[in-house]
């Protein structure tokens, strides 16, 4: 079996589809058929049920296309840390973050980075929860910061961030802070919330804040981004409940008051895959 057996796989098992598959790696459709049947041989399993009008993976090519995905992101991985390690670095750190970790968290760890590992670069990519742990499984991110209650096993979980919460108003806005006494004062406005995409188990905290309060929320928009939520705040379309921490690092025209009297909390944590083998993430990990 050769590396370009399972770029080839890959391809197929992506598009479900010889034509599109070959045309994507400029081969013939014979070819790649020819290619496919003797990877199947070389391991003595079908990988795909195909006949005129469908293909479809097997359940031991859905198996094999998890474990080439990756096989090829850790080949990439490698590849991306001799180019690094050639020109006198460390290596590279690839984190992904939600947009919340960039107003306190990642600054501090950059600066940590910075002034202790200064031979270490970084690829940060802000993505979903889900995201992140599925590309950290997949070696495609060493490093992520997500508002999970729990990760696969496979994964390590720390804590990084304690946050209360805070309802976030117009700037002009009628109550001001001392006279905020319960989120029920809010019952008959509408509410913006961060959607269920951004962390279910986020949203679930969020509607328990409302049912604490008796009332259920008028809800008139959704978004999986703070800006996005802060805008339209701003311009009179709602108010959000949102981590308190998020009033950092933004310039609008809008009020963050802390939620009086509820037990609900929120936590940042960081996550990573124990045998990860990159270099540069085992020097980071302490700083985190």
Known sequence: MEL?????????????????????????????????????ELLGVQLFERDQKHVELTVAGAFLKEEVDFV????????????????????????????SAANRVLPELLAKLNKNQPLITTNLEELSNSVQVEM???????LGFVRLATVPDDLERKS??????????????????????????FSEEPFILFSSDY?????????????DAGFS????????????????VENG???????????????????FMEIPGISQFTELSAIWKPNNRNPALQRVLGMV
Not at 136 to 142: A, N, S, T
Not at 161 to 182: A, E, G
């Open 136 to 142: 950290i499984q997949k070696d495609k991110l060493d």
């Open 237 to 255: 379309m709602g108010v959000a409940i949102v981590p308190s921490s998020l009033k950092e690092g933004y310039d609008l025209k809008v009020r």
């Open 199 to 211: 962390s279910n188990y986020y949203f679930e905290q969020i509607m328990g804040i409302y049912k």
């Open 72 to 99: 090829l992101n850790h080949l990439e991985m490698t590849r991306s840390q001799l180019k690094e390690i050639s020109e006198g670095r460390v290596g590279e750190l690839r984190i992904g973050f939600l947009g």
């Open 160 to 185: 990084v961030l304690k946050d209360t919460f805070s309802l976030v108003v117009p700037l002009n806005h009628p109550i001001q802070s001392q006279d905020f006494h319960s989120l029920n004062q």
């Open 217 to 232: 929320p008028k809800i008139r928009h959704k978004s999986v981004h703070a800006l996005t939520i802060f805008r339209l």
């Open 4 to 40: 370009r057996h399972l770029h080839y796989f890959k391809a197929v098992a992506e598009e479900l589809n010889y034509r599109k598959a070959a045309d994507r790696l400029f081969i013939s459709q014979p070819g790649l058929s020819r290619q496919i049947k003797q990877l199947e």
